[in-house]
């Protein structure tokens, strides 16, 4: 305990020590930091009404990533659903291949939704919140129940939109990159804005300039990596495939050309793999209708010198 103790903040330690008035029967400050991070969400929530002191720790920066970085160890399986206009987001443990009973989903929360097409893609999930793309974006936190929905865009010329959600793991922020484009031809982005979570109160939108004109090839295609966002696009100008790297802290664009035949279609998802960039390709034997023979992943190695390595 003393490492993790070391590594929070100065004003952490002012925050949580203020309200604290330690007397014989005073439970350690570290003990119960400890077991406030084994807790579920909700009994949090319901001992934050102990006291002063209590009700400070859930909110210090330091414990939230304490949790956050216990709850990654145990991985669980996200399930969104839709029925009567309203989202439905369920999660349960990942099925073990030696246990073969089955495993029971737990209800987190629901929210309106408005879409008008397949929920499929419109989903995402990133370090703990729920990003999902309909009439209304939203952003929701399964363990607390809380949701907000953004703004609309501040747009003049909006015919098309889509929306990314990635998070900085150095300031610890959440944002939502959107791109709106005209509907002529080829989907080419018009503008770009970004919003950050948790600044106040109102979020809002914030116009950003990209140096190179791209076409979305995916909307629903990406992944967010250590703080980059990647999404599949076409350069406008040369007409190549192209993977887009954008910096969620620095909020500015890379690219990385692929020049693998079937990195054209874009046809199978993003993946985390290890930390780095995979690409799931798989060949069928008779044309797209076929089945498939062999799955092929590429891992973009190192971006600046467009390194991939392959494996089938």
């Known amino acids: 305990m003393k490492t993790e103790k070391q ?20 439970i350690p400050l570290d003990l119960t930091l400890e077991i406030f991070s084994r807790l579920p969400a909700k009994s949090i929530s319901r001992f934050c009404c102990v006291s002063k002191l209590w009700s400070t720790i859930p909110r210090l920066p330091y414990f939230t990533e304490l949790v956050l970085t216990r709850s990654l160890a145990r991985p669980l399986l996200l399930f969104a659903s839709e029925k009567d206009k309203h989202m439905f987001l ?11 009973s089955r495993v029971a989903a737990k209800y987190h929360m629901k929210y309106p939704y408005h879409g008008h097409v397949s929920l499929f893609g419109r989903c995402s999930f990133v370090r703990g919140l729920v990003f999902t793309r309909g009439e209304v974006w939203v952003i929701s936190n399964p363990n607390t129940g809380q949701s907000v929905t953004l703004p609309k865009l501040n747009t003049g010329k909006m015919n098309g939109v889509i929306g990314y959600f990635g998070y900085d793991p150095i300031e610890k922020q959440y944002k939502v990159l959107s791109m709106t484009w005209e509907i002529n031809g080829l989907q080419n982005t018009e503008e770009h804005q970004v919003l950050t979570l948790g600044t106040g109160s109102k979020h809002s939108w914030r116009r950003i300039e990209c140096c190179i004109p791209h076409s979305i090839y995916r909307k629903y295609n990406h992944v967010c990596i250590d703080g980059v966002l990647y999404y599949p696009a076409v350069n406008m100008t040369t007409r190549r495939c192209i993977i887009v790297l954008f910096d969620v802290r620095s909020e500015k664009f890379r690219f990385v050309e692929d020049n693998d035949p079937l990195a054209s279609y874009y046809s199978s998802p993003m993946i985390n793999y290890n930390g780095k960039l995979g690409l799931l390709l798989y060949e069928r034997d008779d044309g797209i209708h076929g089945s498939c023979t062999s799955f ?16 089938d």
């Open 7 to 26: 590594n929070m903040s100065e004003e952490d330690l002012v925050a949580i020590t203020k309200h604290n008035t330690p007397h014989k029967t005073s």
């Open 90 to 100: 369920y999660s349960s443990t990942q099925p073990d291949d030696n246990n073969s």
């Open 296 to 311: 092929r992943l590429r891992v973009l190695e190192d971006a600046d010198q467009r390194e991939w390595s392959e494996h």
